[in-house]
């Protein structure tokens, strides 16, 4: 009687909790090519859940090619293979039995242009990643969810009272916001950005990464960056690819955040921090 009595105080005062978990993904020899140019070459990289990873190094690389591989969107692409494994949770997302639907709703995915649908309401918008995953939302839920995913993504103050509103209708910064906020919905377990704030100036970069730290604690975000500070500033570990003269793409070095800017093994690393590529 007398846990029951506890059980229920607490229930009271719990916040609403988020049904999703982090995970981690490990990605074991990845090699990707396109048609017959390989474009990475055995990739090694462990994610952990619950960290911000940041996979920096220049143009060409192979960063971009890597993130569509860890949600399988790489094998959508005409003429791109793959060898190697991926593990979310220990469990190979490239595996026969599991549908692609699965990968797709366990691993969002946010671009360097900001994309809403222009014409769709600030709210479809919201839910719109859960139609393309096939993830059933009852009538009355939908409400709760559309205020969680803008709360979230740290928009929701700022479009509550214009929820009927077009996407088109935000600010560049709001709209990366929004598409944030898209992928929350479906409430994945980790979340690929690639170079989510190149397209944005430096003050909604800076509420982007904001952004990025708050969702960091119950998402594992990966996120491609060309931004040394915000490399600096928002990730955990670090992952330095590099695709030297032609040859594919590889993992020079990685490891924690600060020692990839403070004490990098690999003079290459430490000339590509410190600007001098
Ligand atoms: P990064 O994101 O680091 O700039 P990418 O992953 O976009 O690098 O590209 C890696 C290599 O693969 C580059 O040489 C690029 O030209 C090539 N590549 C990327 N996408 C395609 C594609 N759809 N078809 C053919 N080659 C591609
Ligand atoms: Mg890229």
């Known amino acids: 009687v007398a846990d029951a009595g ?13 049904p999703s978990t982090t995970a981690s993904l490990e990605a074991s020899k990845v ?3 396109f048609g017959q140019r390989k474009v990475l070459d055995r990739v090694d990289l462990e994610i ?12 060409g690389c192979g960063k971009s090619t890597f993130l569509r591989i860890l949600n399988r969107m790489h094998e959508l692409v005409p003429g791109a293979s793959l060898a190697g494994e991926v593990l979310l949770d220990g469990v190979d997302i490239y595996d026969p039995e599991r549908r692609l639907t699965d990968a797709r709703k366990a691993i969002g995915m946010v671009f360097q242009k900001p994309n809403p649908f222009p014409a769709m309401s600030i709210y479809d918008n919201v839910l719109a990643g859960l139609k393309l995953t096939g993830t059933k939302v009852g009538r009355t839920e939908k409400d709760a969810l559309v205020e969680e995913s803008l709360t979230r993504a740290g928009l929701w103050l700022e479009v ?14 709001q709209q990366q916001r929004l598409c944030i906020a898209r992928s929350l919905a479906v409430r994945p377990r980790v979340l690929l950005m690639d170079e989510p704030c190149s397209a944005l100036d430096p003050t909604s970069t800076r509420v982007v ?5 708050h969702i960091a604690s119950d998402v594992t975000i990966v996120i491609v960056t060309h931004n040394m500070q915000q490399a600096h500033r928002v990730s955990d570990q670090c992952a330095f690819f590099l695709a030297a003269h032609g040859t594919p793409g590889v993992i020079v070095e990685h490891g924690p955040t600060a020692s990839i800017f403070e004490s ?8 590509y921090v410190n600007g001098r590529f």
Do not use: N
């Open 6 to 18: 506890a059980a229920a105080t607490s229930t009271a005062v719990i916040p609403v909790a988020l």
């Open 31 to 33: 090699s990707a090519w």
């Open 48 to 59: 952990p859940a619950g960290k911000v990873t940041a996979l920096i190094g220049p143009s």
């Open 160 to 173: 509550r009272d214009r929820l009927k509103q077009p996407g088109s209708a935000l600010s560049g910064g």
């Open 209 to 213: 990464e904001e952004t990025i730290q």
């Open 264 to 271: 990098p093994q690999d003079q290459r690393t430490h000339d």
